[in-house]
Structure formats: C-alpha cells, structure tokens
C-alpha cells in the first residue's frame, strides 16, 4: 500500500482558465498587476492519493480446488482532492477602460464581479454538500449566492463602469472523490505457465464528480449552476492474460 498527500499552494498572474483569454495577463486593471495575481486555475490544494495491492490469503488445498482459491488480488487507486479555483466575472465591468468594443473578450480584456458592501469571500458560497447546491436556475439555492454580487461601479454619465473589486481565484470548485478497484484471479497452470482473469472497475461506486459552476455573472441562465460531471460513470472491463 501506497499513501501520498499534497498541501499546495500555487499562485500566478499569467493564465486563469475560468476567464476567456486565458494564459494572458489581462484581467482587470493591466497597470496594477497585483489584480491578476491569484491561485493557478489548475491548482488542487488539498490532494490525497492512495494505491494498494493485496494478495487475498486463502488456504492451500490441493488439487482441483486449489486452482479456484487462491491466486486472488484485490488492487485499486483512490484519488481524494480539492475542486479548483473559481474566478468570479462580469462583462459589464471595466468598459471605462476597455471599452465598449469585445467587452469581456480576450482582446477587451476581463473583469472581475462587484462584492456587494459587507460581503467577504466566505459568504459567497452556499451551504450544504454539492448535491443540495445543484441547481440555481430553475429551483435549488445554486453553489454561490448570487445577492453577494452587485453591478459594477458607474463613473460616468455614458454608463462607464470601473473594474470588479473581487479577486481570481476567490471560491474553491467542487471536491472530487473517485474509487478504482481490480479484482485479479491468478492461475499457475505450470512451473512456466500462467493464466490470469481480471476484472477492472473504474468509478466502482458509479459517484457523480461534479464540474465547476458557471463563473459569468452575465450569463444568467448558468451563473452559479453545476451542468457538468468529471470523469466518466462506472465502467467495467474484462481482460484475459496468458504468460508462457
């Protein structure tokens, strides 16, 4: 058995992939840099691998029943990880420096979404476990609370907006847990010659690993819902192997 936990911490200012134009610094305002500085969209901070492999110990008859008893394994990988960051966006923000030309596009450049007065990064995601937070759009509270966010500050009479005040990064993803588990009959048909039966289980408990949320407050319909899984269900597979 196998055992590796990672405590990470990764932060950038070059690439985000919850914004579009990603791998540019170009969110926010471009002459504070310190607005594209956060965790890295790929980051899982918390990050727990397991692998095993054990030789069931049955016993030792003889003859025929011998071959049926033993020569069996049981062999998996659990993986046990954080979600990923999440960057919060409006395209209504920042059009007092982009522009109203693309906004919100790679060549206009990014904003992040307003926080409302007295509302911190801790009271941005709902409570309860990622099934209860499914939803939003249509019934369920949604994985973030959407009254946290306001429209962006306006500085003009032509409607201008100055940049989101929130930062990259802000609200971790759903967490994923996923079991893959190997049941292997090994049979020494001679001194040189073996025979083995496996049966792999990939996803074994069928558990749904949940995608990110929508991330653009503009996008009303999918701002704050869950409408994708990681991974694929349980799939089983059969493979037969005959060493000489």
Not at 182 to 187: G, L
Request: charged share 10%; aromatic share 10%.
């Amino acid at each position: 058995m196998q055992a590796a936990y990672t405590w990470s911490k990764d932060l950038t200012n070059l690439s985000n992939g919850n914004l579009p134009g990603e791998g540019q610094t170009n969110v926010n305002d471009a002459n504070r840099t310190g607005t594209q500085y956060g965790p890295a969209a790929f980051s899982h901070p918390h990050r727990l691998a397991l692998s095993y492999s054990y030789d069931l110990p049955f016993g030792n008859p003889t003859g025929v029943l011998n071959k049926l008893v033993t020569g069996w394994n049981v062999s998996g990988n659990t993986i046990v990880q954080d979600g990923t960051p999440l960057t919060f966006t409006d395209t209504a923000g920042g059009t007092a420096y982009y522009g109203a030309a693309n906004p919100g596009s790679a060549e206009g450049g990014s904003s992040t979404v307003q926080l409302c007065p007295g509302i911190t990064y801790g009271g941005i995601p709902t409570s309860g476990d990622v099934k209860s937070r499914l939803g939003g759009a249509s019934g369920g509270s949604g994985f973030v609370n959407k009254s946290a966010f306001c429209n962006p500050i306006v500085i003009s009479s032509d409607g201008a907006t100055l940049f989101g005040n929130a930062g990259l990064g802000i609200v971790q993803g759903p967490g994923q847990v996923n079991f893959d588990v190997s049941i292997i009959k090994n049979t020494h048909l001679t001194e040189r010659q073996t025979l083995q039966f496996r049966t792999e289980f990939f996803n074994i408990a069928n558990h749904a690993v949940f995608g990110n949320p929508g991330v653009a407050r503009n996008n009303a319909n999918l701002f704050g819902v869950i409408n994708t899984t990681v991974g694929n269900p349980r799939l089983i597979q059969f493979a037969l192997k005959y060493s000489f």
